[in-house]
Each structure stands twice: as structure tokens, then as C-alpha cells.
């Protein structure tokens, strides 16, 4: 069974750090592109990053770029985002996801699998 | 705010068919195959239920399927069922913006 948890949410002041982790199991991360989701409280989803199965490539949300770090651990089958410079508008659940195409050179941008997100709340 | 454009709301009775449609350009839902749709209740996370514009993933019921015209999808639910109450979100890649969601579209089942 394909399972994606995530931890290291909580609640940080604006412009400190976090870092949120997933866990995968059930699947091998390392043939796969991986996303992070997040959703602001009471809003529609949004894109934040992708990285590809070696980790050398990635795409951001420019709202993000230079702020936010994907990156991952196959050998551990952890994905992480660190997120610094953290401000309020970056108050979400963060979902991380898997992207849907096996071995895939690039990105299918379709996601298969989520897991059940962590929390994340800059205030002061 | 979202290249694609999404009803707020719809709403149906238990039987019934609904769709939602999910407008966007020729830069995205034009241009690109590889356009889904999600299925989020509250608290959950999101589910695929659609992707390729209207190829249903494994365990997702045929009651649930998907069409494109133009710059338009369109996701139709028929036999409303009370489980169906949820969100929908369409998706599309879009060149030098990354993935992009509508806005989502709230689905009352009466």
C-alpha cells in the first residue's frame, strides 16, 4: 500500500524557518517525481514545488523561489521542503504527492497519491 | 489567481447528473493533455479521480467522467450519491507557471 506521511509542521514566527518532511512507503520514491501541495485555510489548492527522482531538477511556484528548498533522500524514501524567510501568506497544510509517471524524464504533473498534510502556521 | 476558472458551486439531488466545468486558454487546458481533476472532502486530502482530460485511475467509480472542448473540461458526476459532497479541483500544466489549479467547485448534494 502507498503511503505519504508528512511531519514537521507548526507554528513559526514570519521570517523564520521549517523544515517538513515525508515519509513514503509502499513504493520505491526513487522512480518517481515528487510534489509538495499546500492549501491555505479555507482556500483551493496550490502547486509549490516538484523535484525529479535524482533530485538535480526542480520547479517552484514563483511566490516561493528563493525561499523554499525541495529536496530528497531516496535511500531514507523521504521528500523535504524547507521553507525559510517564512511569512504569513505562507500559512498552509502542506500535502506532499507523488507524481503520477514511473520513471518519467519529466514531470506528468497528474498526482496519485497525497498524504494527509501537516500544518504550518507563520504568525507572530 | 487561477488560470483556470471554475463555478464556485453546483448542486444536485441524489440521482441526478451534474458537471463542472473548468475554463482556461490555449496555454494550458488548450495546449496541454495531461489535464486531472481532484476530488478533496472536508479535512481529507485531495483524491484523483480524473487525469489525461477523461481516464478514470483504478477504483475510481464510472459514475465519474470527464470531456474537453475547446478550452473548456468538463467533470460530470451522474447517479449523485450523498458521499459525492466535496470539492472539485481541475488541473493543468502551464509553461513557465508549473502546475495550476482552478479555484475549486463546492458540490451540494441536496
Known amino acids: 500500500e502507498v503511503l505519504l506521511v508528512e511531519s514537521g509542521g507548526g507554528l513559526v514566527q514570519p521570517g523564520g524557518s521549517l523544515r517538513v518532511s515525508c515519509a513514503a512507503s509502499?513504493?520505491?520514491?526513487?522512480?518517481?517525481?515528487m510534489a509538495w501541495v499546500r492549501q491555505a485555510p479555507g482556500k483551493g489548492l496550490e502547486w509549490v514545488a516538484n523535484v525529479n527522482q535524482n533530485g538535480d531538477d526542480s520547479n517552484y511556484v514563483d511566490s516561493v523561489k528563493g525561499r523554499f528548498t525541495i529536496s530528497r533522500d531516496n535511500a531514507r524514501n523521504s521528500l523535504y521542503l524547507q521553507m525559510d524567510s517564512l511569512r504569513p501568506d505562507d500559512t498552509a497544510v502542506y500535502y506532499c504527492?507523488?507524481?503520477f509517471g514511473w520513471g518519467s524524464y519529466s514531470p506528468l504533473w497528474i498526482f496519485d497519491f497525497w498524504g494527509q498534510g501537516t500544518l504550518v502556521s507563520v504568525s507572530s | 489567481q487561477s488560470a483556470l476558472t471554475q463555478p464556485a458551486s453546483v448542486s444536485g439531488s441524489p440521482g441526478q447528473s451534474i458537471t463542472v466545468s473548468c475554463t482556461g486558454t490555449?496555454?494550458?487546458?488548450?495546449?496541454?493533455?495531461?489535464v486531472s481533476w481532484y476530488q478533496q472532502h472536508p479535512g481529507e486530502a485531495p483524491k484523483l479521480i480524473i487525469f489525461d482530460t477523461s481516464s478514470r485511475p483504478s477504483g475510481i467509480s464510472h459514475r465519474f467522467s470527464a470531456s474537453k472542448s475547446g478550452h473548456t473540461i468538463s467533470l460530470t458526476i451522474s447517479g449523485l450519491q450523498t458521499d459525492d459532497e466535496a470539492d472539485y479541483y481541475c488541473s493543468s500544466y502551464v509553461r513557465d507557471r508549473g502546475l495550476v489549479f482552478g479555484g475549486g467547485t463546492r458540490l451540494t448534494v441536496l
Open positions: 490555449s496555454s494550458d487546458v488548450g495546449d496541454y493533455a495531461h
Open positions: 509502499g513504493f520505491s520514491l526513487s522512480n518517481y517525481w
Open positions: 504527492a507523488r507524481d
